[in-house]
T-cell receptor
Framework: DGGITQSPKYLFRKEGQNVTLSCEQN?????MYWYRQDPGQGLRLIYY???????QKGDIAEGYSVSREKKESFPLTVTSAQKNPTAFYLC????????????FGNGTRLTVT | GNSVTQMEGPVTLSEEAFLTINCTYT??????LFWYVQYPGEGLQLLLK?????DKGSNKGFEATYRKETTSFHLEKGSVQVSDSAVYFC????????????????FGQGTILTVHP
């Protein structure tokens, strides 16, 4: 079955450490996205990529970095510069065509203490 | 900028009750509108969408109509079930100068729905 795989489901890190969240898709989608979800808030866009080797900052990119070396993969690194990294992170993809909806992974819950 | 405002939750209903979750938006041009649903511990799933004024999206008994005059996209269901308990997100996707939607969604804050037997 095609879909988006995020791993791990739960991740724990100490403050000051960088951590990388994995996102893989086998839907052959061109575009991929990272969103952050906090309790009582909607999703906020961190980074997005519409083609391989290109990505753009979203609304809350500070303290995060990404790469898009392969079409299937869009890993997100949460750096030590991110002031409030504890959150639920969702990866999504889309064909990149007009009005095409996003397909989401099941998310990674990151806890930094 | 673009924004989406949903009615505050949580919403608690008995099975077979009528559901309305209000959603209004602010956007330039003519965005596409979506409702997504999130079940506990999972990512979001597309529930329905509408791409132009007066379009009605529908799926699994849920409906929403794109009302440009009131900038609204309210979600309705005539008879809810316990299995509908989830968080519901309204979202919009802007259109670029060339009429292309770039997939960068703006989400509302989500509305928690709990349905009791």
């Amino acid at each position: 079955d095609g879909g988006i795989t995020q791993s791990p489901k739960y991740l724990f890190r100490k403050e000051g450490q960088n951590v990388t969240l994995s996102c893989e898709q086998n839907l052959n989608h061109d575009a991929m996205y990272w969103y952050r979800q906090d309790p009582g808030q909607g999703l906020r866009l961190i980074y997005y990529s519409q083609i391989v080797n290109d990505f753009q900052k979203g609304d809350i990119a500070e303290g995060y970095s990404v790469s898009r070396e392969k079409k299937e993969s869009f890993p997100l690194t949460v750096t030590s510069a991110q002031k409030n990294p504890t959150a639920f992170y969702l990866c999504a993809s889309s064909p990149g065509r007009d009005n095409s909806p996003l397909h989401f992974g099941n998310g990674t819950r990151l806890t930094v203490t | 900028g673009n924004s989406v405002t949903q009615m505050e939750g949580p919403v608690t209903l008995s099975e077979e009750a009528f559901l309305t979750i209000n959603c209004t938006y602010t956007a330039t041009g003519y965005p596409s509108l979506f409702w997504y649903v999130q079940y506990p511990g999972e990512g979001l799933q597309l529930l329905l969408k509408a791409t132009k004024a007066d379009d009605k999206g529908s799926n699994k008994g849920f409906e929403a109509t794109y009302r440009k005059e009131t900038t609204s996209f309210h979600l309705e269901k005539g008879s809810v079930q316990v299995s509908d308990s989830a968080v519901y997100f309204c979202a919009l996707s802007p259109r670029g100068a060339g009429g292309t939607s770039y997939g960068k969604l703006t989400f509302g804050q989500g509305t928690i729905l709990t349905v009791h037997p």
